[in-house]
C-alpha cells in the first residue's frame, strides 16, 4: 500500500470532465467514479486526493479538498447521449474551445497551488480522466509548474469509453456533419499518448480489455506495458448493510409493478407479514433466467413454514416482462412474488440488505457485480457454477448450483439451495465471510489502493 515520506501526505490530483451526484444532478459513470475514487484515495493511510470537476447547476463543495467549476452552460459531452446534457464538445468554435481551456487550465493551477502551500509539499500524481481535453490541461498546469521551479508531477489518465467512441466516430467518418474529423488529429498532434514526449501521460487507468484494445487501436504508439486494467470495485458508501433495516419497514415503501398493458392491479407489499426475503436484481435477458427462480419460489413458497417473500429487481422488453409474469401469476399462481420494476443503487442496498439470499442463477455471467453488491451488505448468494462467480462463490459466502440448460431443473436446484439457506440460518452464519471478501478483492479502497500501488512502481515515485 502506498505511504508518504515523512508526515507529508502522498498528495494526488483529479481531473473530472463530468459533474458528481450531488443536489439533485444526476451523474454519469465517470463523474460517480471520480468521486468514488477521490473518497477511496483519501481513505488510504498516508495519501490525500484534491478533484475538480465542472457543473452548471452545483453550488460549491463542502469537502475542502474538492472545487467545482462553475460553468454558464451545460457540461460539454463528447457525444450526444448523456444523463445531463447534451452541448457537444463539436458544437465549440475553435475560440470557444480555448477559451473552455483556458479557464479550466486557471482554475487547476489555483486549486493545485492552494493546495500545496496548505499541505507543504508538491503534488506527486496528476490523474486526468478521459482520453480529452483533460490530459492536456493537465500537462500545460504541469509545464507551466516546472517553469516556475516547482518539481514535475506525474500524469495519468483514466481512460473512458466516450471519449474513445468520440474517436471512433471520426475515425469511421459516417457521421460527418456530426463529427467532423477534429478532435482526434489536435489530440494525435499533441502528442499526448507519445511516449517520445517527456511530459505526455506516463500511465493510463482502463475498466475492461475492451477499452485497452480500442485505446491501442487509436494511440498505437502507447505502451501496453503502462496499461493498468483495473475492473471497477464496489461503491461500498452505497453497498454494505444498513442499520435500522427491517422487512417490515423496507418493503412497506413498494407495490408490485406490472408490464404496461396488464390487466393486473399493482399490490402494496405488506412486509410484516414475511420472516425471509429472496431478492433477484438483473435485467430481464433469457440469460438471467428468471424463469428457475419463479419455478423455485413455487416449491418454497408452500414447503417452508415461515413466510417467504420472492422480489424480482428489473426490467427488460416488454415480451418478457409479459412471459414473466404470466408464468408467475397465471401458470404457477405465485401469491408472495413481486416484480419491482428497476431501483436506484440505494433502494438495492436496503434490499440486500433485508434479504436472506440473493438468487443469481445466470448463465456465464462475466463477472458478477450484482453478487459482489448483494455480499457487500452481508447478504449471501446463490448462483450457477458458470462464468465470473466460480472464482469467487464457495461455501464461506454462498453456493453455486449445477450448470444446466434445462430451466425447471435449475429451478429444483435453487429452491433445494433457497430452503438451505434459510433453514440454515446463513445470513447469520456467512454474513461476515461475505463482507470480509468483497472488503479484500472487490472494494473501491482495494481497486484504488492497487492503481496507486502499481503506478508508483511502475513510475519510481
Known amino acids: 500500500m502506498a505511504s508518504s515520506s515523512g508526515n507529508k ?5 483529479q481531473l473530472g470532465t463530468n459533474n458528481w451526484q450531488r443536489e439533485g444532478e444526476f451523474a454519469p459513470g465517470s463523474g460517480i467514479l471520480h468521486e468514488m475514487h477521490h473518497n477511496a484515495y483519501n481513505l488510504i493511510e498516508g495519501v490525500k486526493c ?10 460549491p463543495h463542502p469537502d475542502p479538498q474538492v472545487k467545482v467549476l462553475k460553468l454558464n452552460h451545460p457540461i460539454p459531452i463528447c457525444e450526444s447521449a448523456s444523463p445531463v446534457s447534451t452541448y457537444r464538445w463539436h ?12 479557464n479550466l487550465e486557471d482554475a487547476v493551477y489555483k486549486q493545485m497551488d492552494e493546495a500545496e502551500k496548505k499541505e507543504g509539499t508538491h503534488f506527486k500524481l496528476a490523474v486526468a480522466h478521459h482520453t480529452f481535453l483533460n490530459p492536456l490541461v493537465m500537462r500545460n498546469v504541469i509545464q507551466r509548474r516546472i517553469k516556475e521551479g516547482k518539481p514535475p508531477t506525474a500524469l495519468a489518465c483514466f481512460a473512458h469509453g ?3 467512441r468520440m474517436y471512433l466516430h471520426e475515425i469511421d467518418e459516417k457521421l460527418p456533419e456530426e463529427f467532423p474529423m477534429r478532435f482526434l488529429p489536435m489530440v494525435k498532434e499533441s502528442k499526448i499518448f507519445d511516449p517520445s514526449d517527456k511530459t505526455a501521460v506516463e500511465i493510463c487507468y482502463v475498466i475492461s480489455q475492451q477499452q ?13 506495458d503502462r496499461i493498468v486494467l483495473s475492473p471497477n470495485g464496489v461503491n461500498q458508501q452505497i453497498f454494505h448493510r444498513l442499520e435500522g433495516c427491517t422487512i417490515a419497514n423496507v418493503l412497506k415503501e413498494f407495490k408490485s409493478v406490472h408490464y404496461e398493458g396488464s390487466p393486473r392491479t399493482s399490490v402494496q407489499i405488506d412486509g410484516s407479514k414475511y420472516d425471509h426475503v429472496v431478492v433477484l436484481v438483473c435485467r430481464f435477458a433469457d440469460s438471467k433466467r428468471i424463469p428457475s427462480l419463479l419455478y423455485a419460489a413455487s416449491t418454497y413458497e408452500k414447503d417452508i413454514s415461515s413466510k417467504v417473500a420472492t422480489l424480482i429487481v428489473g426490467t427488460g422488453p416488454l415480451a418478457i416482462q409479459k412471459q414473466l409474469q404470466d408464468l408467475a401469476y397465471d401458470e404457477l399462481k405465485l401469491e408472495h412474488t413481486y416484480f419491482l420494476g428497476p431501483q436506484p443503487q ?12 440473493g438468487a443469481f442463477p445466470f448463465h456465464n455471467e462475466a ?6 453488491e448483494c455480499m457487500a451488505c452481508g447478504t449471501p448468494v446463490i448462483g450457477a457454477n458458470s462464468g465470473g462467480p ?10 453455486l448450483v449445477p450448470e444446466t440448460d434445462d430451466i425447471k431443473a435449475l429451478g429444483k436446484s435453487v429452491n433445494d439451495a433457497v430452503q438451505k439457506a434459510i433453514k440454515e440460518n446463513w445470513k447469520v452464519t456467512h454474513s461476515k465471510a461475505c463482507i470480509n471478501l468483497v472488503e479484500s478483492l472487490y472494494s473501491i479502497k482495494k481497486q484504488v489502493g492497487d492503481l496507486l500501488d502499481e503506478t508508483r512502481k511502475q513510475l519510481k515515485i
Request: negative net charge.
Open 50 to 59: 484534491y478533484s475538480i470537476y465542472p457543473s452548471e447547476k452545483q453550488t
Open 390 to 399: 466460480i472464482d469467487f462463490v464457495d461455501e464461506t459466502v454462498g453456493i
Open 346 to 357: 440505494p433502494v438495492l442496498a436496503k434490499l440486500y440488505t433485508v434479504a436472506s439470499i
Open 91 to 102: 458544437s465549440f468554435s475553435d475560440d470557444e474551445f480555448e477559451t473552455y481551456k483556458k
Open 367 to 372: 463477472f458478477g457485480m450484482v453478487f459482489v
Open 162 to 164: 466516450t471519449a474513445l
Open 212 to 224: 485497452v484494445d480500442t485505446f491501442l487501436g487509436i494511440f498505437s504508439s502507447f505502451s501496453p
Open 9 to 13: 501526505p502522498f498528495l494526488v490530483y
